[in-house]
């Protein structure tokens, strides 16, 4: 079969006309767009009944926070990959790429970078020693109560910062699917999220997980397909495309953030890689599975999707900037896309697909957006519940069921919440402000994490000042910055010029663990220094108590 012959297969099978064709109907037209609201309601739909069935399978705690455990490497792999095949990687990966060609795919390379980072740091050490969280593991030998309050706090920051990205892609695809206003959206985003952990917990989150990175799978791979249909198959003649749309021209096929700003550029490479291995809702999923080499398999089949996909991005992000931009049915009078840059990839899957593209790939983003903000959002809930709640303030006095009611609490506050800083940040670049919540991770849970499982000298004092110091910075120079300072504040400069701050906060918070630790002489430090001495011996299985 030729090429040509492929090309016109592909579309058929679609039942989808070519792209000019298309083009004239535009996505934000006068009238509602009925097929893609039909099929953007049919999988929201489907979600919730997943949430409905799970809830029925939630009768503990730990299903509540781990599924009890049961998840398979290979299931766990898919929901960890859809964690990160989310509004950030495929609203925000296909923007940058759009904006910027080839500096948005850093984002793609640090994002996978950093899941091997976690395998062979934590994987295995995380599930042997830990029940529900993270901070579990760091209590196994530090003092329990001042550990619980730092990580919980720094937890929610992190959370936080992850949240926005969420919730103003999902903001700005309602309002562009249905025509709402950007607030109204927030608001349906934020009610379905809620839903999601209220009654589901862990298990509907992970099946949503699953579910969704399965059709994002085959609908990236679909799109991408098309779009080189429509260029014969021919790569470059895509790129060639790409870059005569571009006021830059030929520069987006070359990396200029590293030549233009060395400095931010590192700093952004380092809270990529490392920003993972300190992101709690990740870290959470190897509380999900039955053993340590569950947990290896599942970092293995999740590397594996996501490498798949960020490769997808490559088409995707150019395959947009080709076919979308300075077309008068996705731009609008000032020359910037419809709905901001975020909707890039939006509006190549209607450009290449029509109507019935829009409404299954806006269904399935919407759907990642759900899935991963619960996933944050159940996170935040445990931090509050069984961290501070349980484990520091009612002690041995906490029964599960008074746990899971105080994590239902604060699943609706955190709902509040990330409705709020969905509106304020609603003008950012969604995989720019995910980078944030990876530097703020790398600045204080991580530190914590690493020292924690690999030097035994490390002290219960030594690891609240450093990380305390980690996220105390990381947070003032973030907001000094540019995106909070200038993109949020309004601005002209920002006060502080590295951003993200990482390359800056993350040594210094290992620092100055370092130094307390080693220059703490209270009688906590010496039983500090004796239960780390057992590390990669015979490591305690339960937190210990506040002395």
Same mark, same amino acid.
């Given at each position: 079969m030729s ?5 016109? /297969?592909?579309?058929g099978l679609?039942?989808?006309?070519p792209?000019?064709a298309?083009?004239?109907s535009g996505v934000?037209g006068?009238?509602?767009?009925? /097929?893609a609201i039909?099929l953007f309601t049919t999988v929201?739909?489907?979600t919730l009944?997943? /949430?409905?069935r799970?809830?029925?399978? /939630?009768?503990?705690?730990?299903d509540f926070?781990t ?6 490497g290979f299931?766990n792999?898919l929901?960890?990959?859809?964690d990160?095949?989310?509004?950030g ?6 923007g940058?790429v759009y ?7 850093i ?6 970078t ?13 599930r042997?020693l830990g ?6 593991v760091?209590c ?26 969420q919730?103003?892609?999902g ?6 699917l249905?025509?709402?206003d ?12 809620i839903c999601y952990?209220?009654?589901g ?9 699953i579910? +969704?990175?399965v059709l994002?799978l085959?609908?990236?791979t679909?799109i ?5 249909a429509?260029f014969?198959f021919d790569y ?11 006021p830059r021209g ?8 590293l030549?233009?700003?060395?400095v931010?550029?590192i700093?952004l490479?380092l809270?990529?890689?490392f920003g993972?291995a300190g992101l709690?809702?990740i870290l959470m999923r ?14 293995f089949?999740?590397s594996?999707?996501m490498n798949?996909f960020?490769a997808l ?13 300075k077309n ?5 009078a000032?020359?910037g896309?419809?709905?901001?840059g975020?909707?890039a990839a939006i509006h190549l ?7 019935l ?6 269904a399935?983003?919407?759907?990642t957006i759900?899935?991963v903000v619960?996933?944050l959002?159940l996170?935040?809930?445990?931090a509050v519940s ?7 303030f009612?002690r041995?006095?906490?029964s599960?069921?008074s746990?899971?009611?105080?994590s239902?609490y604060?699943?609706v506050?955190l709902g ?7 509106i304020?940040?609603?003008n ?6 995910v980078?944030?919540?990876f530097?703020?991770?790398c600045?204080?849970?991580?530190p914590?994490?690493?020292l ?5 000298g490390?002290?219960t004092?030594?690891a609240v000042?450093g990380?305390c ?6 947070l003032l ?5 540019r ?6 504040l309004?601005y002209a400069t920002p006060?502080?010029p590295?951003?993200p701050p990482?390359i ?9 663990c ?6 703490? +002489? ?5 039983i ?17 108590a506040?002395e």
């Amino acid at each position: 079969m030729s090429v040509l012959a492929a090309r016109r /297969t592909l579309i058929g099978l679609a039942l989808l006309a070519p792209a000019p064709a298309l083009a004239q109907s535009g996505v934000a037209g006068d009238g509602l767009n009925l /097929t893609a609201i039909t099929l953007f309601t049919t999988v929201v739909m489907g979600t919730l009944y997943i /949430t409905y069935r799970a809830a029925k399978r /939630t009768q503990s705690a730990s299903d509540f926070y781990t599924a009890g455990g049961r998840i398979t490497g290979f299931q766990n792999g898919l929901a960890i990959a859809g964690d990160f095949i989310s509004a950030g990687a495929f609203l925000g990966l296909a923007g940058l790429v759009y904006g910027n060609g080839f500096d948005g795919l850093i984002y793609a390379v640090g994002y996978t970078t950093g899941l091997p980072i976690v395998v062979f740091l934590m994987a295995e050490r995380l599930r042997a020693l830990g029940r529900f969280t993270f901070t579990d593991v760091a209590c196994t030998r530090l003092q329990e109560k001042p550990i619980r309050i730092f990580a919980a706090s720094a937890s929610l920051v992190v959370i936080a910062f992850y949240l926005i990205a969420q919730m103003v892609g999902g903001g700005q695809l309602i309002r562009l699917l249905l025509g709402l206003d950007y607030i109204y959206a927030q608001f349906i985003v934020g009610l379905l999220m809620i839903c999601y952990v209220l009654f589901g917990g862990m298990v509907a989150t992970t099946w949503v997980q699953i579910t +969704k990175a399965v059709l994002f799978l085959i609908g990236g791979t679909v799109i991408a397909l098309l779009v080189m249909a429509h260029f014969d198959f021919d790569y470059g003649a895509l790129l060639r495309q790409a870059v005569s749309r571009h006021p830059r021209g030929e520069a987006i096929l070359t990396p200029q953030f590293l030549s233009r700003d060395p400095v931010s550029a590192i700093s952004l490479g380092l809270a990529l890689m490392f920003g993972t291995a300190g992101l709690p809702h990740i870290l959470m999923r190897f509380f999900t599975v039955p053993d340590a080499r569950a947990a290896r398999v599942s970092v293995f089949w999740a590397s594996v999707w996501m490498n798949y996909f960020f490769a997808l991005v490559f088409v995707i992000g150019f395959g947009a900037l080709a076919l979308v931009a300075k077309n008068p049915a996705y731009v609008n009078a000032a020359g910037g896309l419809i709905g901001g840059g975020n909707m890039a990839a939006i509006h190549l899957s209607h450009a290449v697909g029509g109507d019935l593209m829009l409404g299954f790939i806006s269904a399935v983003a919407f759907a990642t957006i759900l899935a991963v903000v619960a996933g944050l959002t159940l996170a935040g809930a445990t931090a509050v519940s069984h961290d501070l709640y349980a484990s520091v303030f009612r002690r041995a006095g906490a029964s599960e069921a008074s746990e899971v009611r105080v994590s239902r609490y604060a699943t609706v506050i955190l709902g509040v919440v990330a409705i709020g800083l969905g509106i304020a940040f609603q003008n950012q670049n969604v995989a720019y402000m995910v980078s944030l919540a990876f530097s703020i991770a790398c600045s204080s849970t991580l530190p914590l994490l690493i020292l924690v499982l690999y030097w035994p000298g490390l002290t219960t004092r030594g690891a609240v000042v450093g990380g305390c110091v980690g996220l105390g910075t990381a947070l003032l120079f973030t907001v000094l910055g540019r995106p909070v300072w200038v993109g949020v504040l309004g601005y002209a400069t920002p006060i502080f010029p590295i951003d993200p701050p990482t390359i800056v906060t993350m040594p210094l918070a290992f620092l100055v663990c370092y130094v307390v630790s080693v220059t703490d +002489k209270s009688p906590q430090a010496r039983i500090d220094h004796q239960r780390g001495a057992s590390i990669g011996r015979t490591a305690p299985s339960v937190p210990v108590a506040a002395e």
